[in-house]
């Protein structure tokens, strides 16, 4: 039986809500659709106490059966390795707390705030440098927002905002819409950027009523994604992203260099021809976060470096990311490469 027709019984999934509502959030239940051995059982579950396991059927769908190895797996399941302390690891590795102006407005970068629209997310991802935010204590309604919108409306020097979590496409259009109405208010914001991962998990995401939102706002709008691997990329989420440039919005792609993933020349290649087929300019290389848990992720930066080599020689300029680190307190992203 293929890993799709596994499922809920019966179940229709013809929503991104469904399968949202749908997703494997029990580690059990990931190793035993995947075919894993047993002894993946214990550990995924012990690591999975603090951080869940989440992750869509159509993300669970691309990945190979039996496969521990699988770089897409790679990145949700839990591994006994979360668990290990590792010095320089942290709770909040690129300074979130100390950018917090008030609840949900992070402000770390001339001209650009940051809201924290929401804890959650199409995926858990291992590796995520928020998988210790403290999202309970942001905003939760829309009327709780007005502290942020007061704030960015105070301020004249920021002219981009940035939507992010969490996962901003977790929310549904309607509350999105009126977020964007209320930025859109404030005369010196311009620009609307939207870092999300929905694409790629649940390409239904991209819906008629999102792309209306996105054309009509005053703001203009750039939708960043995250995918890791050119794995991710299936036709359905080549569709997704076709129908968001197709509508005029520009789609940067950013990614982490994880160990066992896409730490090799060929795995970022492929990523990145992928990406420019699809009219997606690959954005950012981010070197990993240290955030705890996620140490066996890490790769050395000169193993970073070695490999942008051979990007650079092998692709077109354009198609080459620009390898990043963020260092807390640092007023841009540090370029390695
Ligand atoms: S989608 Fe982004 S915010 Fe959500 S878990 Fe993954 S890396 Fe973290």
Redesign the pocket.
């Known amino acids: 039986m293929g890993i799709v027709a596994l499922r809920a019984a019966n179940a229709v999934v013809d929503t991104w809500q469904q399968e949202l509502r749908l997703a494997v959030r029990d580690a059990a239940q990931l190793v035993a659709v995947l075919d894993l051995p047993d002894h993946f059982l214990q550990s995924a579950q012990r690591a999975a106490r603090s951080f869940p396991v989440f992750a869509p059927w159509s993300y669970i769908s691309r990945m190979a059966k039996g496969d521990a190895a699988d770089p897409l797996l790679r990145q949700v399941l839990p591994l006994d390795a979360e668990l290990l302390d590792h010095s320089g690891f942290t709770a909040d590795p690129v300074g979130d707390s100390a950018a917090r102006i008030v609840p949900g407005l992070l402000q770390k970068y001339n001209g650009r705030a940051l809201l924290v629209t929401t804890g959650a ?5 291992r ?5 210790h935010y403290p999202y309970s204590e942001g905003p939760r309604s829309p009327a709780d927002w007005q502290p942020a919108i007061e704030q960015i409306a105070a301020d004249p020097t920021i002219d981009e905002v940035l939507l ?4 901003p496409l977790t929310l549904v259009d309607p509350h999105l819409a009126t977020l964007a109405d209320s930025l859109a208010a404030i005369p010196h914001v311009r620009r609307l950027r939207i ?1 999300t ?1 929905l694409p790629i ?1 649940i390409p239904q995401r991209i819906t008629d009523d999102l792309l209306d939102w996105l054309r009509g706002t005053r703001l203009a709008p750039i939708v960043v994604v ?1 995918a890791n691997h050119a794995q991710e990329i299936d036709d359905s989420v080549a569709q997704s992203l076709a129908r968001l440039i197709d509508a005029g919005i520009p789609v940067l792609n950013q990614a ?1 260099l994880l160990s066992g993933v896409n730490d090799t020349a060929a795995a970022l290649i492929d990523l990145s021809r992928r990406l420019v087929d699809l009219r997606v300019m690959p954005y950012y290389l981010h070197q990993l976060d240290r955030v705890a848990g996620a140490a066996h992720f890490e790769v050395p930066i000169s193993r970073g470096l070695e490999l942008m080599a051979k990007l650079r020689a092998a692709l077109p300029g354009y198609a080459v990311p620009r390898y990043v680190q963020e260092v807390a307190g640092e007023t841009h992203k540090r370029v390695l490469a």
């Open positions: 997310c199409a995926v858990h991802c590796y995520c440098f928020r998988r992010s979590g969490g996962d870092h991962r998990m995250h982490v």
